[in-house]
């Protein structure tokens, strides 16, 4: 069975720094799709990034953008020029590229932006 | 983009009396829906997994006959909680997915259910 692990439960950030969370996983799956989501205070939950396992290239959304390291199987995300409205729940997740196609999720990072 | 639109956004209803939340795709069609649970400051946790046409798949604990799940339609998701008691309390959260769902799924923005 798949797994995701959010080791930081919470986080802070001054406003313009950078931030990186990290999220590790474990899947004996070759081939699967890996998410960041964002939940701020007003529960939707957004779609930050995703990365292709078989692209060995991290992917990159304008300020953000990941470590993806496969053997290592860990997923981070960095968060650049830091913003307030980057304050939120952060969820990792990782869908198999076959079956259920059901995401697995992390237990979030809460990310607070600082003034 | 791909739009999901969940109501209501917030519900109270007494113990014993049954609610219905409904999961639209306004702009695409959905040929699978989920539904999570998430308790305050935790995860989302998957209830089930609803395809259009057939008999939802349901994870293991989460009691079928309680949370009933209806997709009649491609665009049209809905989750009955019946004989409703306080603690199924919690927030609602349904997303979907089109055929092309390797870009990742989109959200409802959740229903926030209150049984008093």
């Known amino acids: 069975a798949q797994t995701v692990t959010q080791s930081q439960p919470e986080m802070s950030v001054q406003e313009a720094e950078t931030v990186t969370l990290s999220c590790t996983y474990d899947?004996?799956?070759?081939?699967?799709?890996l998410f960041w989501y964002k939940q701020p205070p007003s529960r939707q939950m957004i779609l930050v990034i995703r990365?292709?396992?078989?692209?060995?290239q991290n992917a990159t959304e304008n300020r953000f953008s990941v470590n993806f390291q496969k053997a290592a199987k860990s997923f981070s995300l960095k968060i650049s020029d830091s913003q307030l409205g980057d304050t939120a729940m952060y969820f990792c997740?990782?869908?198999?590229?076959?079956?259920?196609?059901?995401?697995?999720f992390g237990t979030g990072t809460r990310l607070k932006v600082l003034a | 983009g791909a739009v999901v639109s969940q109501h209501p956004s917030r519900v109270i209803c007494k113990s014993g009396t049954s609610v219905k939340i409904e999961c639209r795709s306004l702009?695409?069609?959905?040929?699978?829906m989920f539904w999570y649970r998430q308790f305050p400051k935790q995860s989302l946790m998957l209830m089930a997994t609803?395809?259009?046409?057939?008999?939802?798949?349901?994870e293991q604990g989460v009691e079928k006959d309680k949370f009933l799940i209806n997709h009649a339609s491609l665009t049209l998701s809905t989750l009955t909680v019946t004989s409703a008691h306080p603690e199924d309390s919690s927030f609602y959260i349904c997303?979907?997915?089109?055929?092309?769902?390797?870009?990742?799924?989109?959200f409802g923005s959740g229903t926030r259910l209150t049984v008093v």
């Open positions: 997303s979907a997915s089109a055929s092309n769902y390797n870009y990742g799924y989109t």
């Open positions: 899947t004996s799956e070759n081939n699967y799709y």
């Open positions: 990365q292709e396992a078989y692209k060995q």
């Open positions: 997740a990782f869908r198999a590229a076959s079956g259920t196609y059901k995401y697995i």
């Open positions: 702009d695409f069609q959905a040929t699978t």
């Open positions: 609803s395809n259009e046409g057939s008999k939802a798949t349901y």
